[in-house]
């Protein structure tokens, strides 16, 4: 049920807030779009959903649930910490290519989006066990570091595969141009 309720909050907000204004642009900035929130909203179901919500109890100490201290399981010796890498890596390598594409941002620009996009999700975490989610999730830098390094590697493979891609998405617009409008 807290699922359906996370999905149905994800669709009030495509419908309210982003479809009018994609509809207003070409049909491969709308595609693109609904590509990348259909990203954003797998990524946050892996990564937050079921979001807790403030009507439960609220936990006094939080310090169990954030780690400050980059690769601190890999440095133990946690089984699966080479595999949580490289999944948090791999899990934003799509920003970093899809960003630029839809905003013809840089790759400054590009990697703190990525930054923060993270940064929202781990704060997202942490007030999740603050109100007493069920799944308890872990505020931890690492992620931070590792995500943010999935969207650089996002955006080198934009700068060696996006002008193929772009040039895709605009033929199949009709557009035949070599941009994308954002």
Known sequence: ????????????????????????????????????????????????????????????????????????????GYRGAEREILLNVIMMIPFGFLYPVIKGRGLFVTVLMTFLFSLTI??????????????????????LITNTAGGFLGYLLFLIFGPLFLKVAAFGSGKGGDSIDS
């Not at 479809?19 to 779009?33: D, G, I, T, V």
């Not at 797998?42 to 009507?55: G, I, K, Q, R, S």
């Not at 781990?122 to 690492?142: C, H, K, M, Y």
């Open 1 to 76: 049920m807290d699922y359906l309720l996370n999905i149905c909050l994800l669709a009030v907000i495509y419908i309210l807030f982003f479809r009018k204004r994609w509809k207003e642009n070409p049909a491969h900035s709308l595609e693109l779009n609904l590509i990348m929130y259909f990203y954003v909203g797998l990524v946050l179901m892996v990564t937050l959903m079921p979001f807790a919500t403030p009507f439960g109890e609220f936990r006094d100490s939080l310090s169990h649930t954030i780690n400050l201290i980059p690769f601190r399981d890999l440095s133990l």
């Open 122 to 143: 781990e704060t997202a975490q942490l007030v999740s066990n603050w109100w007493g989610g069920r799944i308890p999730r872990l505020f931890d830098v690492t992620d």
